[in-house]
């Protein structure tokens, strides 16, 4: 059976066109949410390495 002629009607084609445009806004939601996660992590990262390295300064560590 072939579907050919779904392809030239006007309202299948809209309903494809906004259901790729809602399909677009979600992953570019979801990879603008792992962008800022990934920001907040690399923050929390370096806020980490900088009060080991303040630790340091002050002559902290571990005694063996």
Not at 10 to 30: L, N, R, W
Not at 45 to 51: D, M
């Amino acid at each position: 059976m072939s579907f050919t002629f779904l392809r030239n009607r006007p309202d299948i084609q809209k309903a494809k066109t906004t259901f790729i445009s809602a399909f677009e806004d979600v992953i570019t939601t979801k990879n603008s949410l792992l962008s800022a996660q990934l920001n907040g992590v690399n923050d929390k990262l370096q806020e980490l390495q900088s009060v080991v390295q303040l630790y340091h300064a002050l002559d902290g560590g571990w005694q063996n």
